[in-house]
């Protein structure tokens, strides 16, 4: 401890180990990290684009790798994060334009958006398996 | 100040042009602008989609590409969904990429991947809707 002569030490800066997550930060460093996943969703789209004007024996190329279950298991973390960064950037859009800046309704849009991206995941694969005509 | 270091320019002179690129607003507007226009058109094919490829199959998806709407919203959420992205990346590599040496080459592959993409992806729905 320091003696009551001695200089208050300085506050320090937060560091990432250290600093408690809150639900701010969280939602906006997983709204980048988000977007950074969608450039592989960008490649994905593009190329299914090129294997469906291939034509019919392309386009099965393509699904029998999308089927894989790695294939799977990557279109699904790409609808997660597209569905993840399409509402999370409705939030920043709201903030662009002055709505919902203060603290309260920060964390009220979070968790709106919260509930409603895994809603949107499951609806999109539920609809992609057919089970929701 | 000393004698040695003192230069004959204005204070202004040596201010001037020290300054922002002058050029961030329109990164920022663009991101904002592309991400509007995302709005709407991701939706669109990801309905498109669900309810035409997920459903149809291959016959399903060149049917719904053949369609003068899904094929105008599928290049405009390319477009703006790759603009988007350059203006995207280029931030997170001016924030976590330092060096210089390093950042300049991986931003120019960044833009020419997002213009190869955007080429491939629009000579494709050009193919499927003229059904060459």
């Known amino acids: ?133 | 100040m000393n004698e040695k270091t003192k230069s004959l320019r204005s204070p202004l002179g040596a201010a001037k042009g020290r300054g922002s690129a002058q050029s961030g607003f329109e990164h920022w507007y663009i991101e904002r602008i592309s991400a509007l226009i995302l709005l709407p058109t991701t939706a669109y094919v990801l309905i498109g989609f669900l309810d035409n490829v997920a459903k149809g199959g291959y016959s399903g998806a060149i049917y719904w590409l053949q369609s003068p709407l899904a094929a105008a919203f599928a290049i405009l959420f390319l477009f703006a969904g790759l603009r988007h992205l350059v203006c995207g990346l280029q931030v997170v590599m001016e924030d976590y990429i330092h060096l210089t040496t390093a950042r300049l080459p991986l931003l120019f592959a960044v833009k020419f991947g997002a213009v190869l993409l955007a080429i491939l992806g629009v000579l494709s729905i050009a193919k499927i809707y003229f059904a060459v």
């Open chain 1, 1 to 133: 401890m320091s003696s009551p002569d001695a200089p208050k030490p300085r506050p320090r800066s937060p560091h990432l180990q250290i600093y408690k997550p809150q639900l701010s930060s969280v939602l906006s460093i997983t709204h980048r990290a988000s977007g950074v996943g969608l450039t592989l969703g960008a490649v994905v789209f593009v190329v299914w684009l090129v294997a469906l004007a291939g034509g019919q024996d392309s386009y099965n190329t393509f699904l029998s790798y999308a089927h894989t279950i790695i294939g799977q298991i990557i279109l699904f973390g790409l609808s997660c994060a597209l569905i993840y960064h399409y509402c999370c950037g409705i939030r920043h859009l709201l903030w662009d334009a002055g709505y919902c800046l203060d603290i309260k309704d920060v964390y009220k849009t979070g968790y709106i958006m919260l509930a409603i991206v895994p809603c949107l995941i499951a609806f999109v694969w539920l609809k992609a398996y057919g089970v929701i005509p």
